[in-house]
Structures are given as C-alpha cells and as structure tokens.
C-alpha cells in the first residue's frame, strides 16, 4: 500500500474517531435536540395533515357544490325545454348553451330522435365530451329507475363521481330530466384547485420544516441551558479529582441545579477539611517517628559500643563472661543489632515519606554490585548467580546494594537455599540497542573479565569500576532485570499482594522475629526512586520469584529534583548490610 494511501487512511480513521468521541461526549445534548425535534415534527406533521384535509374537503366540497347545482339548474331549464325526442341539432345547440354557464364545465347530452334513434350532443361538438370519458357505474346509477315514496318523489336523481384522467382531478355528474327527456352528463376539470391544495401543501411542509429548525434551536438553547452547569460541575470534579481540593463552583439561582452546586460545594469544603486534618495527623506521626529514629540513636550509640565490648568478651578464649549469664549476653547483642537495624529502616522509611530521599548516582555493573552484596554478607555458599559481566548502569550503587540485600535475604530465610540471581537486559523498555559506554578500565585488580560490548574490563569483584562517559558515550537504553529465585514452598496466595505492605508477617503467631518487616518496603521504595518496580510471583516450578526492573539510565529523574538536595544522601549509613528483613 503506498505510504500517501496510508497516511490518508489513518487521517480518515483519526477523524471518524474524533467526530464518534465528539458525539458520545454531547449524547445528552443530541438526545436532547432529537427529542425536542421529534416532538415538533410529530406536532407540526399532526397539524398540518389536519388543516391540509380541512382545507381540501372545504375547497372540493365548495367547487363541487356550485359545479352541481349549476349543473342541476341548467338541466332544468334549458334540457327540461326540449322536446321529448329531440333532433341531433337541437341536443347541440342545447349542450352548447348549457355550458356557457358560470361554472364552464362540459356537457354532453343523450335523447332518442323522432326515428327512435339514440342521438348525441356535446357541447364540445364530435371530438369533445362522450359517453366514454363517463366512469360505467355513474352510467348505470344515472339511468336506475328509483322507486318513488314519501322521501323520493322522483324516478330519477343527480349522481357525481371524482376521475383522474391523465394526472388531472375531473368532477364528473350526471342525470335525466325531470318528467322525461333528455339524460344530460357534466365534466369539470378540478385543476385549479389541485393546484391550490398543492401549494398549500408546500406551505404547510414549508412550515413544517420551519418548525422543526426552530425546535432544534431551541432545544440547543435549552440544552446549553441545562448542560453547561453539568460541564461545569464535571470540569470541578476532575479538578478535585487531580489534588484541586480549593476547587469551588459559583453557585447562582434556585432551581436543582443550584442545589447541585450548592452540594458540591460543601462536600468539597468538607473533603478539603478533612484531607487537610489526615494531612496534619501524618505529617505529625511521620515526625513523631522521625524524632523518636534520631533520638534513639544517640542512645543506641553508647549501647552498641557496650554490646561490641560485651561480644568481644564472648568470643575471648579466657572465658571472660560467666557461663551462667552468656545466654542473656548473647540475647542482649542481638535485640541490641536487631533494635539498630530497625532505627536505620525507620529513618530510611520518614526520608521516603518526607520526599527527602535522594539518588546518588553512578555508573556501575550489575555483575559487580551483585557479586559485592553476597561477599560482604557471606552468602557465597548459599547464593547461585547468572549475571554476566558488561551489563553497566547508571543508578545508586547504595540504595540497589539496599535492594538486593532484601530480597537475597529475605529469600534465604523463608525460601531456602540455594537462591538463584539472574540478570538479563529488556531492550523493549528502552532504545533500539546499546549505546557503546566509555571503554576505559577503572582501578583495581584484574579479572579478565569480558564486556558485552566487546571491549576488555578489569577490576575486582564488588569494585565501582570507571564507566563513566567522559569521552561522550551515553549509557545504553532499555530496562536491568534481575530475578531471584528461591528453593522454598512460595508464598500463599492470601499472603502475596502484602508481602510489599510494611511491617506485615504472614504468620500472626510469630510476631517478634528477627525481621522489622520493613526490609521489602524499603526495596520496593527505593525501587520506584529509581523508576522501576519489583514484582513477586510463584513460580510453576516451585518457589517465589521477586523480580526487580530498573531503567538503565535514571539521569532524567534526578535533574527533576531539587540539586541543592542532591548530596543528602551521602551522610546516611552506607553499611546497610543488615537490612535484609523480614516481609513474610
């Protein structure tokens, strides 16, 4: 198909589909104008099929009317004075006269003459007026022979009947005369008042259409009338909707419209009130736990210093702790790391919920990072890997450490070992293929390990290598995919939708445990910081599957925040090494 042909049709499709949307959003209005539409027409036609009948019964009753008894008169005078058997001549002469009348119709009358032959005369002579242009049953019903009683005196009546010959109306009547004689025929064109029923059928249709346009206006004014408080009492509704929680409507007469408004208004005034009064009672609990995290920590401090001297004597060969109370020593430690690693979570979770956390990015690979999150934790006897190397993105080293700590652990403690970690690179997210990254080698010790790109890197495992664009590459486009799988049972499907929810335990007989429930969250959090997502699923061949998607380039997202705050983060505690917690 030529390219033209199919921009013209996608322009075609693109246009129907504007006018059906235009249509579907004024379906109110065009109800509205169809019915009162229809209401005039049905009005309008009603009226005028009853005054068009009116006026053609009126105007062929009134013509009919003087046509015959101009007729009947003429009949009585003129071919009453003939002779019982006139001759041919005089049947003329006779017709000719009688239709010199008023009323200008042709005649045509039928006797015997004295030979008793049937003569004819017309008054538009051999060519005019005959016997055929008469319809049979008027024939007939002229020359019937009535019976005579009370109410009929006479043998014979005055009959019509209404023709169209050749599209034009013709009256035709006819009868016998009084106390025998000729029997006489009539025929008068009824055109002129065809033409005239015919003109005040335009005027009437003229009307008609009149009517319905004027109906159709006014039921446009009608609509808008209507409909523009509904556009915007709809048009307030979305603002209120997107966050607009001032959004008011002016409000002007008394009818239920008014009222409309009127209620809107207020539930808007109450919703903004109390949005306003959940938004204080947040904020005022988010700093309550902000302040409680960083006074705890101050404490924490000496008590954590106390704890390492105390587990120092532990593992002191003299037996420095007495048997007795090395049990409560070693609780004492670990509800002391427990109760530390909970404050660090806390604040991780009040800087999320602040909108103060900060990325601080670099450009890193994935394998490395990964590889640097099981050495520093000693995962490595329990840990399987598929991350090749090469794999570079631009993202926060400490907050992706965070993430992968989480779920590693979390999959370790509930799903069993071994936990496979994968990596792959999802193209569909992104540009059409990479972009080549600088190829210089960063410091540190060589691997030997291979790039994607075909280049050569070199660097110890868990190292930040240099892959920085200082010679005007650009990092690749598309999304980093990592996928950990455990070896355990899976999560219920009653548990899986809140295995993200914070400090939620699937088992409520177990509440205190070494996990703080926090640890998915904060992954999850520091996940959409980056613009990615983290999903979690069973897999069919057993165990759950957490699978992380992160941009391979999220500079765009931290120049939309403020720079001053850029650097925030770099205060925090980077030893987060611990934060592997408990969401199920």
């Keep these: 198909m030529p390219q033209e042909h199919q921009k013209g049709s996608r322009g075609w499709s693109a246009a129907r589909k504007g006018v059906w949307s235009r249509l579907r959003f004024t379906s109110l209005r065009l109800r509205l104008v169809v019915v009162f539409g229809l209401v005039a027409l049905t009005a309008a036609v009603s009226a005028s099929g009853i005054a068009y009948w009116l006026n053609r019964e009126a105007v062929l009753t009134r013509t009919q009317d003087a046509v015959l008894g101009d007729f009947e008169q003429e009949m009585q ?73 009370s109410t009929n005196k006479h043998p014979y009546r005055l009959y019509w009947q209404r023709t169209v010959h050749g599209g034009t109306p013709y009256l035709v009547a006819g009868t016998r005369t009084i106390g025998g004689g000729p029997t006489g025929y009539m025929l ?158 806390l604040m991780e979770v009040t800087r999320f919920d602040a909108g103060t956390a900060r990325l601080v990015l670099d450009d890193v ?88 790109d075909g280049g050569t890197r070199e660097g110890g495992a868990g190292e930040d290598l240099g892959t920085g664009t200082e010679d005007g590459g650009t990092l690749p486009g598309g999304s980093v995919v990592i996928e950990v799988r455990d070896q355990g049972p899976g999560i219920p499907e009653d548990v899986l939708p809140h295995v993200f929810d914070r400090f939620y335990k699937a088992s409520a007989s177990r509440p205190r445990s070494e996990g703080s429930g926090l640890g998915l969250s904060i992954a999850l959090e520091n996940a959409h910081a980056h613009g990615g997502e983290i999903t979690a699923v069973n897999s069919p061949e057993g165990g759950a599957v957490f699978t992380l998607r992160l941009p391979r380039d999220v500079s765009a997202l931290t120049e939309r925040d403020d720079g001053s705050a850029e650097n925030t983060q770099n205060t925090e505690n980077t030893d987060n090494a611990e934060d592997a917690e408990d969401a199920r």
């Design 77 to 149: 005078n003129r071919a009453g004075a003939l002779p019982e058997h006139p001759t041919q001549e005089e049947l003329q002469h006779t017709a000719g006269q009688m239709a010199n009348s008023s009323q200008r119709f042709s005649v045509l009358l039928i006797a015997e003459n004295p030979q008793g032959r049937t003569v004819y005369g017309s008054s538009g002579g051999l060519s005019g007026f005959s016997t055929q242009d008469v319809p049979a049953s008027l024939r007939k019903a002229v020359n019937e022979r009535q019976k005579i009683t």
């Design 365 to 452: 690979d994935i394998a490395d990072q990964i590889t640097a999150c099981i050495d520093a934790r000693a995962w490595l006897d329990a840990v399987e890997w598929d991350a090749e190397r090469g794999i570079h993105a631009r993202i926060d080293p400490r907050r992706l450490d965070v993430i992968l700590a989480n779920l590693i652990g979390n999959a370790l403690k509930h799903g069993g070992s071994p936990v496979r970690v994968s990596v792959r690179v999802d193209r569909e997210d992104g540009g059409d293929g990479a972009v080549p990254v600088n190829d210089e080698a960063g410091e540190g010790g060589s691997d030997g390990g291979e790039r994607k």
């Design 188 to 345: 008068k064109s009824l055109e002129p008042e065809a033409k005239d029923l015919n003109s005040l059928a335009w005027s009437l249709g003229i009307a008609t259409g009149l009517a319905l346009i004027g109906s159709a206006l006014l039921a446009q004014a009608a609509a808008t009338t209507v409909l523009k408080p509904v556009q915007r009492l709809g048009i307030a509704a979305r603002r209120l909707g997107e966050g607009k929680l001032d959004t008011r409507l002016r409000v002007s007469g008394t009818d239920e419209l008014a009222d409309l408004s009127r209620t809107f208004n207020k539930a808007a005034e109450a919703l903004e009130k109390r949005v306003a009064d959940m938004a204080a009672r947040d904020e005022a609990s988010r700093r309550f736990v902000a302040d409680m995290s960083h006074e705890l920590r101050t404490p924490l401090t000496a008590i954590t210093a106390v704890t390492e001297v105390l587990e120092e004597e532990l593992e002191f060969e003299g037996g420095g702790i007495d048997p007795m109370i090395e049990p409560a020593v070693r609780l004492v430690v670990s509800e002391t790391q427990r109760l530390n690693n909970l404050v660090e979570n």
